[in-house]
C-alpha cells in the first residue's frame, strides 16, 4: 500500500500529505513521531519529493480502538495520512 501512496504523491507533486504517527495507550508520544517519521523516510526513498509531506504526532489521543485488548491496541499503532492544503 505504502508503494501505491508513494507513486501517486510523486507523480502528483501538488498533492501533500501529513503523516500523523499513533499509538496505544501505553506507549509514549515519541513513539507515534517515530512512526510517522519512518513512513516518511520510506516514502522519500521511494521518490516522494519532501515538500509533499509533513509528519506529527496524536499518540493515543486520536484513540483508533476503544477496546482494551491486545488486538485493539495492535490495531492503534498505526500511521495514518490526511491531506493538507499546498503552499
Excluded: C, W
Excluded at 3 to 32: F, K, M, W
Excluded at 40 to 50: E, H, P, T
Excluded at 57 to 85: C, Y
Amino acid at each position: 500500500m505504502l508503494d501505491r501512496q508513494a507513486e501517486v504523491l510523486s507523480r502528483n507533486a501538488s498533492l501533500q500529505v501529513t503523516l500523523y504517527g499513533h499509538t496505544d495507550p501505553d506507549e509514549d508520544e515519541a513513539i507515534a513521531l517515530k512512526r510517522a517519521e519512518a513512513v516518511s523516510d520510506y516514502l522519500l526513498s521511494r521518490g516522494v519529493a519532501l515538500a509533499t509531506l509533513a509528519v506529527s504526532s496524536r499518540g493515543h489521543r486520536a484513540m483508533i480502538a476503544t477496546t482494551p485488548t491486545e488486538a485493539a491496541f495492535a490495531a492503534m499503532r498505526v500511521v495514518t495520512t490526511e491531506p493538507r492544503m499546498g503552499r
